[in-house]
């Protein structure tokens, strides 16, 4: 049985950073499609981050490369989420999901495995 569980959301004031972790099992990040996807109140849910289980290249969704960062931890079947400069607009809950398919995507729909998701809060 997959089972992804998120950690790490936090309130966070403007500017600030969380790091953010995916704890899985049942399933071996390094072998899955894995992605971060975030859903902010009254959005639909969109894509952070998805990660190619070949090379480990990343892509990032519109305006968040260069402040996230996704990385993955083989050792600890884990996979993270560096968020800096956090804005009030990063307010959401983030969730993780990994799926058998190869080619990396940002498209929510696809992926058949989420997590609870994490509360991300950010004040000014």
């Known amino acids: 049985e997959v089972q992804l569980e998120e950690s790490g959301g936090d309130w966070v004031q403007v500017g600030g950073s969380l790091r953010l972790s995916c704890a899985a099992s049942?399933?071996?990040?390094?072998?899955?499609?894995i992605a971060w996807f975030r859903q902010r109140p009254g959005k639909e849910r969109e894509g952070v981050s998805c990660?190619?289980?070949?090379?480990?290249?990343?892509y990032y969704g519109d305006s968040l490369k260069g402040r996230f960062t996704m990385s993955r931890d083989n050792a600890k079947n884990t996979i993270h989420l560096q968020m800096n400069n956090l804005q009030p607009e990063d307010t959401a809950i983030y969730y993780c999901?990994?799926?058998?398919?190869?080619?990396?995507?940002?498209?929510?729909?696809?992926?058949?495995?989420w997590g609870p998701g994490t509360q991300v809060t950010v004040s000014s």
């Open positions: 999901a990994v799926d058998t398919f190869t080619t990396p995507t940002l498209r929510p729909s696809l992926y058949d495995y």
């Open positions: 049942g399933v071996t990040v390094d072998d899955y499609s």
């Open positions: 990660m190619n289980i070949f090379d480990g290249r990343v």
